[in-house]
């Protein structure tokens, strides 16, 4: 069985992916003390809301970690002692499985079938504006009590395919070109997110629809919150199934 030597460093960064007996999941970051043996490798205590996290001895938990240019790789270890190294707060892991490669991409994709939209703006010409504003003052008194916007937003539906941390793969009628900027939103856990991002992959697979790969540029918290939870969930279940 190849060991860490062949595929660790020192200051190397791994997932460590926690399944709590309530069905939720965590996955904390964890870094690389010593490779001290193909079985044996001593990592950081990793960190959950500014805490050291509480790591059961004995136990086995999954870890994951990606090489540039190789890919995501996945591992079964058991933690044995909790450890100082350095000085610092430490864990020492035993490996208790083939080291496996689960893809290439650094982010893990999952299938996603959801609907979303990109969203464009578009200037409202003069008669636009003054025929919204006409219309706000049939509810309001006076027009110091709104605003009209310059601009109104335009929506091109899509159907999502795929989701993973880094991006998301739709089909749309709308046809892009590779490196395009655009803004969206798709719906995931009963409620609509938005992003900012590029078309890095794009597919004709008949008259109207494309097939169009966006890596993500902009997620505010919550957004990236819910990806994460989402994917690791169905990571979850997969690990859970033997399949990963």
Wanted: net charge negative.
């Amino acid at each position: 069985m190849e060991g860490f030597t062949k595929y660790l460093n020192i200051a190397d960064e791994i997932d460590i992916m926690i399944f709590l007996n309530n069905n939720q999941s965590l996955t904390l970051k964890a870094f690389v003390y010593e490779v001290t043996s193909d079985l044996r490798i001593v990592l950081s205590n990793p960190i959950h809301e500014g805490n050291l996290y509480p790591l059961e001895k004995s136990y086995t938990y999954y870890f994951r970690f990606y090489i540039e240019n190789s890919g995501m790789f996945l591992f079964k270890g058991i933690l044995i002692d909790r450890i100082k190294y350095d000085n610092l707060p430490s864990i020492l892991i035993q490996l208790e499985s083939d080291i496996k490669r689960v893809q290439r991409r650094k982010f893990y994709r999952v299938n996603f079938m959801s609907d979303g939209h990109f969203i464009d703006y578009k200037q409202l010409t003069d008669d636009e504006k003054n025929a919204i504003r006409e219309r706000m003052l049939k509810k309001y008194k006076t027009d110091a009590e709104f605003i009209v916007d310059e601009y109104t937003e335009i929506k091109t539906p899509f159907s999502t395919l795929d989701l993973s941390g880094g991006g998301i793969r739709v089909v749309t009628s709308q046809s892009y070109e590779m490196g395009d900027f655009l803004e969206g939103e798709f719906k995931i856990s009963d409620s609509y997110v938005k992003f900012k991002g590029e078309i890095t992959r794009i597919d004709k697979k008949d008259v109207n629809r494309y097939e169009v790969g966006i890596k993500f540029l902009e997620l505010d918290a919550n957004t990236q919150s819910k990806i994460v939870a989402y994917v690791f969930e169905v990571e979850r279940n997969l690990i859970k199934k033997g399949l990963m």
